[in-house]
């Protein structure tokens, strides 16, 4: 299967086929026959996850977990349509995501939002509800058996208010959303993996990222499993560049001038001038229109993400004076 890769300890990525292929993994945690969905892609994306649990010799009924990072449709989209197909799951959902779980005209009016009804629709389909009595809320320290295998809920903000990890300690590695960055394999090295941080609207807030990277690294983890693109090793060297670069983000979007289009086009020119210095850092081997390529979507949402960051330290600055 050509949309499927098997990583150790019994957990496979299943590419989500969202907007292009090696964009977004849905992971896939096996153990003694039975399964967890870590992340859901869109509607779209149901058809993969059950042929790849079949072909890992597990039914749709063996499925018990299905576990959200945050609700971001990228990464939930698909959750309602999975909950269907998996008649003994519970979905696992930090609390301020329960209710748009189980009615998503909120999510929906938020996501058409960023890319517009048209775009938002081509890219999600209708967002189907959840059962309130089939929803686990993903408080702090909870923590799901699957089999035997612990998987531990850490609260970690900084993406989006609503976004947590999860802990497997037999992998002894975290599936980390969005909140470990973007990394994309075609950007890797000889095997050495490069992480961008993600300042998406609406909830970015640098001082919380970083503290959730550190809160993830004291966990000493071996490996992370990150949505945008699945396993990377090296998680000191991709932890640091994952703070420079959030303070690199943070600085751009301080320096720029003005308000409205004017400012989101600086910002986005800054970060474009954060990337082609990073690809001269990391020697990367491809063009610069082919690396613009890989990362425009992602720049674009940054871009616009640090603006409402800075309208909203704004808005806070004025409120207190």
């Given at each position: ?5 098997a ?14 292929p ?58 309602g ?41 081509a ?68 095997g ?7 300042t ?122």
């Open positions: 299967m050509q949309h499927l890769t990583h150790p300890d019994g957990i496979l990525a299943v590419d989500s086929g969202y907007c292009r090696g964009l977004a993994a849905i992971h896939l945690i096996i153990h003694h026959g039975r399964a967890a969905v870590v992340d859901t892609g869109t509607n779209a994306s149901a058809p993969q996850v059950l042929a790849a649990l079949a072909a890992a010799g597990i039914a749709p009924e063996q499925v018990l977990w299905v576990i959200l990072t945050h609700i971001h449709l990228d990464h939930a989209g698909g959750a349509s999975l909950m269907c197909a998996f008649p003994n799951a519970m979905l696992v959902v930090h609390p301020r995501g329960v209710r748009h779980m189980i009615d998503p005209a909120k999510l929906w009016e938020g996501t058409s939002a960023v890319y517009g009804a048209e775009r938002a629709f890219l999600y389909g209708r967002l189907a509800p959840v059962a309130a009595e089939r929803i686990v809320e993903a408080n702090e320290g909870l923590e799901l058996d699957l089999a035997g295998r612990r998987l531990r809920i850490l609260e970690t903000p900084g993406h989006a208010k609503h976004h947590i990890c999860i802990w497997d300690e037999t992998a002894r590695a975290f599936f980390t959303g969005d909140v470990f960055g973007l990394s994309y394999r075609e950007l890797d090295v000889e050495r993996a490069f992480v961008f941080p993600t998406t609207p609406t909830q970015f807030d640098p001082d919380a990222l970083h503290a959730s990277i550190d809160r993830l690294m004291s966990f000493h983890p071996e490996a992370m499993y990150l949505t945008h693109y699945s396993r990377v090793t090296e998680v000191e060297r991709l932890a640091a560049d994952l703070h420079r670069l959030i303070d690199t983000q943070v600085a751009v979007a301080r320096a720029a001038r003005g308000d409205g289009v004017a400012r989101h086009v600086e910002i986005l020119a800054g970060l474009e001038q954060i990337v082609r210095e990073e690809a001269e850092r990391q020697g990367w081997c491809l063009t610069e229109d082919e690396i613009f390529e890989v990362l425009r979507t992602d720049l674009e949402l940054n871009a616009q993400g640090l603006g409402i960051w800075l309208d909203d330290c704004a808005l806070r600055e004025l409120t207190s004076a």
